[in-house]
């Protein structure tokens, strides 16, 4: 399918609204959304997913630069890093290496969703409040 995702925009903004995470499969890659076209990102790339039960990556890998970060959502299932096993649910947080070799599966009775955030591993030289500016005057809704 392709369906495109709700896009606002504004000269300092991009916000999407793809519905309901249950909706993953509507997309192209089915349960996969790659950010970054649609937030016209720049510096990250970030991908909302969906596993089904029973389901898994069919394969190992690893990348030449980035690191990732894995944000469980809702569900369980399992992380395999370098041969560790890791149980994963929601509320666990896995950042991995550019070596480091990866796969994951669902090994519960309900799918399983996750965020996906890669960036260059290193790249990082400011954040939160060493990069944020306060600005003046009243926040108005």
């Not at 796969?103 to 790249?123: G, K, P």
Request: aromatic share 10%; hydrophobic share 40%; charged share 25%.
């Amino acid at each position: 399918m392709n369906n495109q995702p709700k896009i606002q925009e504004g000269p300092q903004f991009t916000a999407v609204h793809f519905g309901s995470l249950a909706n993953l499969d509507q997309f192209n890659r089915r349960g996969k959304v790659f950010l970054k076209d649609f937030l016209k990102l720049t510096g990250m790339e970030i991908s909302v997913n969906k596993v089904p039960a029973g389901g898994e990556a069919p394969f190992l890998h690893k990348h030449k630069n980035n690191e990732e970060v894995y944000i469980f959502i809702k569900g369980k299932g399992q992380f395999q890093v370098d041969g560790q096993i890791i149980d994963v649910q929601e509320g666990s947080v896995v950042r991995i290496a550019p070596e480091g070799v990866r796969a994951f599966r669902n090994n519960s009775d309900e799918d399983l969703y996750y965020i996906c955030i890669q960036a260059t591993q290193d790249s990082l030289k400011a954040w939160t409040a060493t990069d944020g500016v306060i600005v003046e005057g009243p926040v108005q809704w």
